[in-house]
Each structure stands twice: as C-alpha cells, then as structure tokens.
C-alpha cells in the first residue's frame, strides 16, 4: 500500500547510523550483533525478544537495515513507556516488505 | 513456527 513508514526519514537516517556502525555483512546483523544493542535498552528480555520477533519479519534470524529500524524503533517507544505490541501494525511494516 | 528439533532464530529466547 501506500501507507507512510512511521519510521521517519529523521530517525530512519539515525537508526541506518546505527546500523551502519555495528558492521553489517552483506547488508544484514546477525542476532549476536544486535542483541547487546538492544540488550543496552535495559529493557526485559522477555520484551526485547518480542521486539526482535516483530522486526525479523523473514524469520532469518538476521536483521537488514529496514527490520533493524523496525528493531530500533520499538525499544525507543518502549522506553517512551508504550507497550510494544503483539503483532506488528501495518504502518510499522517497512514498505520494502509490503 | 519453528523446525521441530531446529533452534530458534531468535536470539533473546
């Protein structure tokens, strides 16, 4: 569809950065790579591993830089105090993956 | 949703 990315070009540019710095192989983070990321939130286990089902959505145990975004997007509205969400809303799927 | 035997793809579980 041609719903936006709520993933905005500003925090997008932000979230490739960080992306970036973590070294991707051939475009992709494997789990070992982003864990410590994400595990750096502070957030529950429990949470970040729903953070990480919502953002591998091909199931490759790796993230590229679009599901990566989804990744960072989720633990930054959790820290804002919103629950991260049981299944992934459409608004929140990268365009790339639609 | 995941292999019978196989390991999770997910690396917070």
Same mark, same amino acid.
């Given at each position: 569809g041609?719903?936006?990315? /709520? ?7 932000k ?7 973590? &070294? ?9 790579? /982003?864990?410590?990321?994400?595990l750096?939130?502070?957030?529950? /286990? @429990?949470?970040? &591993?729903?953070?990480?089902e ?5 199931? @490759? &145990?790796m993230?590229?830089?679009d ?32 | ?13």
């Amino acid at each position: 569809g041609d719903m936006p990315w /709520v993933v905005k070009a500003e925090e997008k540019m932000k979230f490739d950065s960080i992306f970036e710095s973590l &070294g991707p192989v051939g475009g992709m983070l494997t789990g070992d790579r /982003v864990k410590p990321v994400l595990l750096n939130s502070k957030l529950p /286990v @429990d949470i970040l &591993g729903r953070v990480w089902e919502l953002s591998d959505l091909d199931r @490759d &145990g790796m993230l590229d830089r679009d599901e990566f975004s989804v990744a960072m997007y989720l633990v930054y509205r959790a820290l804002e105090g919103e629950p991260v969400p049981m299944s992934l809303p459409p608004p929140l799927v990268p365009p790339s993956k639609r | 949703q995941y292999p019978a035997g196989g390991s999770s793809t997910n690396p917070f579980l």
